[in-house]
């Protein structure tokens, strides 16, 4: 590897990653330096120009760790406001791959939000719009984001409402927790399903993107076809941090 062009910088970065790796209990100043490969005073030099600015901080029992900056830089870098832009290749790819609509949502509240979504090139048969809102209890989009929440029978009553039943939405969901794929067939509109799933952000789902497209394409072989691009094409262009879910 290349030197770095500026090592002080460097050497800062270097901390960060190692002290990301000693999780919440963080570590002692020698152990530390044996781990970044320098000594102590300099390493020491390091910490307190992170501990300034709020990237590192020292426990109670003197082992340092990430500070509260360092930590909030991925939940600034995944707001919601920024998932489009730093989604949408990923779903142009998903929506070039199966030739089918792609959308990314989010949850708000009991409902879906619809922030991006990509057409492809072949006619749509179904209406889409961002910043739509459709119940979270009926959509895969929703489905996808409930199923990594651990919801009580009372959350689950909240959430299906009107729409559907509680027993019909724990059924949903326990589905989509088996196979890693969440899905509706002909809820919202006629003629038309949908597969979803969730991004994962530290085991927690941040938004969720589908593929929506005619029953007859979401059935059998074509189902699984699209099911494997969705867990094949997006992991690989998603941010760093997000992931998607595997079949239990």
């Not at 270097?14 to 152990?31: H, K, N, R, S, Y």
């Not at 290749?89 to 998903?94: D, G, H, I, R």
Request: with cysteine; hydrophobic share 45%.
């Amino acid at each position: 590897m290349d030197a770095s062009p500026l090592g002080s910088v460097d050497k800062a970065l270097l901390a960060l990653d190692t002290l990301a790796g000693f999780g919440a209990a963080g570590a002692p100043l020698a152990v530390l330096a044996r781990a970044v490969g320098v000594s102590k005073p300099t390493l020491h030099r390091t910490l307190s120009a992170l501990r300034h600015r709020g990237y590192a901080e020292q426990t109670p029992g003197g082992a340092y760790r990430l500070g509260p900056a360092a930590v909030s830089l991925g939940s600034t870098y995944l707001a919601e406001e920024n998932l489009p832009a730093l989604l949408h290749p990923a779903l142009t790819a998903l929506s070039e791959k199966t030739d089918e609509l792609v959308h990314l949502g989010v949850l708000a509240g009991r409902e879906v939000v619809y922030l991006d979504k990509v057409e492809p090139q072949r006619a749509v048969r179904v209406w889409s719009a961002v910043g739509r809102r459709r119940a979270a209890a009926t959509t895969a989009l929703g489905r996808a984001l409930l199923s990594v929440q651990d919801l009580d029978e009372a959350a689950l009553t909240r959430f299906a409402g009107t729409d559907t039943s509680t027993q019909q939405l724990r059924g949903a969901l326990d589905g989509a927790r088996a196979s890693g794929i969440a899905g509706e067939t002909e809820e919202n509109e006629a003629g038309i399903a949908c597969i979803a799933v969730p991004l994962l952000r530290a085991g927690r789902a941040v938004a969720a993107v589908s593929i929506t497209a005619p029953v007859e394409r979401l059935t059998g072989a074509a189902r699984d076809d699209r099911i494997a691009a969705l867990r094949d094409v997006l992991p690989a262009l998603l941010p760093a941090g997000l992931t998607v879910p595997r079949a239990a």
